[in-house]
């Protein structure tokens, strides 16, 4: 059974850092395209980030362009979003998703 849990959310001031992580198991993440999405309160949701598993190719959402980055842990079989520089318009609950898997997200509060 898939299972995909994030961690890491929280709230931090605006031009602060969190790191998100998804820990995957019942997959092994180098197999696979790796994504992150948000949703904010009253917007449509968007796509962060889509990782290629076996390199870490990675397409990003150009408003995060220079300020996300992703790291994998093969022996953790995890994946983590290392947000920079937050923006409240970053606010929004953050998912991991894998093939049609998904987290059950973490909120991401950028706020003075």
């Known amino acids: 059974q898939v299972q995909l849990v994030e961690s890491g959310g929280g709230l931090v001031q605006p031009g602060g850092s969190l790191r998100l992580s998804c820990a995957a198991s019942g997959l092994t993440v180098d197999y696979h395209y790796i994504g992150w999405f948000r949703q904010a309160p009253g917007k449509e949701g968007e796509g962060v980030s889509c990782?290629?598993?076996?390199?870490?190719?990675?397409y990003w959402l150009d408003s995060v362009k220079g300020r996300f980055s992703i790291s994998r842990d093969n022996a953790k079989n995890t994946v983590d979003l290392q947000m920079n520089s937050l923006k409240p318009e970053d606010t929004a609950v953050y998912f991991c998703?894998?093939?049609?898997?998904w987290g059950q997200g973490t909120q991401v509060t950028v706020s003075s």
């Open positions: 998703t894998v093939r049609n898997y």
């Open positions: 990782t290629r598993g076996s390199d870490g190719d990675t």
